[in-house]
T-cell receptor, first 115, second 114 residues
Framework: KAGVTQTPRYLIKTRGQQVTLSCSPISGHRSVSWYQQTPGQGLQFLFEYFSETQRNKGNFPGRFSGRQFSNSRSEMNVSTLELGDSALYLC??????????????FGPGTRLLVL | AQSVTQLGSHVSVSEGALVLLRCNYS??????LFWYVQYPNQGLQLLLK??????LVKGINGFEAEFKKSETSFHLTKPSAHMSDAAEYFCAVSRTGGGNKLTFGTGTQLKVEL
């Protein structure tokens, strides 16, 4: 099985722009979660989707949004980019929305640099 | 609310020596606990997890961890370090009903020296 794929792998944007990141989960997985990783704040949960519904949301401003499509692929969008949004954005997929039952598999991440 | 504390942002061991990475958690409900490893420019890989049952959990690459409720700890150990173990290790916690949301510790960078 192919792993979790994230596109693009690297991205450079300027302040004020918006960006869309894509995540394709492992085939058959219906749960997708997003995390932001920065040197200062570490790994922080953004949101989780299961069967096109947002099930969980982290403590991020409304500029951060996401969605999931019927094929389980997910996108996250960040509007009005700020310098502090520079980070590695990780996507994880699982076959179950119950965290104790199935392993979450992480993608390689999208590294976003905001100038 | 749940939280995880990893003691020691950097740990250095000699090849062949015991690896001990510390993790303490705080949770108001029975937690699920995880250890992940991250190699440079890669995502996270699950080493092991504790959900219920046996408190000594064995994972991949010779790692294991023991859930100690009385000490609220979930330390990661490996009897003999290998150069390939050099990476960053993250302890994480989730809870019943919390879905797949993970709360991570700040990570421990493991260095393995010859």
């Amino acid at each position: 099985k192919a792993g979790v794929t994230q596109t693009p792998r690297y991205l450079i944007k300027t302040r004020g722009q918006q960006v869309t990141l894509s995540c394709s989960p492992i085939s058959g997985h219906r749960s997708v979660s997003w995390y932001q990783q920065t040197p200062g704040q570490g790994l922080q949960f953004l949101f989780e989707y299961f069967s096109e519904t947002q099930r969980n949301k982290g403590n991020f401003p409304g500029r951060f949004s996401g969605r999931q499509f019927s094929n389980s692929r997910s996108e996250m969008n960040v509007s009005t980019l700020e310098l502090g949004d520079s980070a590695l954005y990780l996507c994880a997929s699982s076959s179950s929305p119950r965290g104790n039952q199935e392993t979450q598999y992480f993608g390689p991440g999208t590294r976003l640099l905001v100038l | 609310a749940q939280s995880v504390t990893q003691l020691g942002s950097h740990v250095s061991v000699s090849e062949g020596a015991l690896v001990l990475l510390r993790c303490n958690y705080s949770s108001s409900v029975p937690p699920y606990l995880f250890w992940y490893v991250q190699y440079p420019n890669q995502g996270l890989q699950l080493l092991l997890k504790y959900t219920t049952g046996a408190t000594l959990v064995k994972g991949i690459n010779g790692f294991e961890a023991e859930f100690k409720k009385s000490e609220t700890s979930f330390h990661l150990t490996k009897p003999s370090a290998h150069m390939s173990d050099a990476a960053e290790y993250f302890c994480a916690v989730s809870r019943t009903g919390g879905g797949n949301k993970l709360t991570f510790g700040t990570g421990t960078q493991l260095k393995v020296e010859l």
